[in-house]
């Protein structure tokens, strides 16, 4: 009798475990960029799955070098948009983001796992172009908001940070333009996540800014980020 009575909860037990390896399977089978576990990987692999299915993201893959470094530079206009790209590339993005919002509760683990690089906007900006210049003498990828925050196609314009174009300079690498549109929680951080988007992102040719000076780089890329694209 007692094993009867235990008999309903193996039952779900099983159902779970094997609803769980299925999951698991999926992440795995969609996962494309390698961030050196397997934890990563299939936290990758939803992260895809979650932005085409779900947000409904179009995007072909930005046409980053198999390897070696590469700065890739986007619009900003929600919380959103870095999953977006990461679900757009099939390497690892070393993503540039505010302190404040590197330390948002609960989410801190997650972004020091990926490599992001918090930024001390009123204090200190340097420390985190130096890091980053680390990372790209290591031949990683470096994703950053030149707007410097969320600002979205009405606002007053915005020059462009220079940290990008300094980076480009210094290294030699190139930038890849990366447009985001669709996004339906536009301004907002976590509603953008969970409000349903068409998102689209559009990859551009990438940039070499080796032997510009810094002003000349960011006129040609902010085009690229400021102007909507067709769906």
């Not at 089978?29 to 961030?35: G, S, T």
């Not at 490599?115 to 210049?133: D, F, K, N, S, T």
Request: net charge positive.
């Amino acid at each position: 009798m007692e094993i009867i009575a235990y008999l309903p909860v193996a039952i779900i037990a099983a159902i779970l475990w094997y609803l769980w390896r299925r999951a698991c399977r999926a992440c795995e089978a969609a996962n494309e960029a390698d961030w050196g576990g397997k934890w990563l990987n299939r936290l990758d692999g939803l992260n895809r799955l979650f932005c085409r299915r779900y947000h409904r993201l179009r995007a072909a893959p930005i046409p980053l070098p198999a390897q070696g470094a590469a700065l890739v530079a986007a619009n900003h206009v929600s919380g959103l948009d870095p999953m977006l790209m990461i679900a757009a590339a099939r390497r690892p993005l070393r993503f540039m983001i505010a302190r404040e919002e590197y330390e948002r509760f609960g989410l801190t683990w997650l972004f020091r796992a990926i490599g992001c690089i918090p930024v001390e906007r009123e204090h200190h900006p340097e420390q985190a172009l130096r890091h980053a210049l680390r990372v790209l003498q290591q031949g990683e990828v470096v994703a950053i908001f030149p707007h410097g925050r969320i600002h979205l196609d009405g606002d007053p314009p915005r020059r462009l940070k220079a940290g990008v174009a300094k980076l480009a300079r210094m290294t030699g690498c190139a930038i890849y333009p990366v447009r985001i549109d669709g996004v339906r929680g536009q301004g907002h951080t976590l509603l953008a996540v969970a409000l349903r988007s068409r998102a689209r992102l559009h990859s551009f040719e990438p940039l070499d800014c080796t032997n510009r000076e810094v002003d000349d780089c960011l006129a040609r890329l902010a085009p690229l980020l400021e102007t909507a694209r067709e769906a």
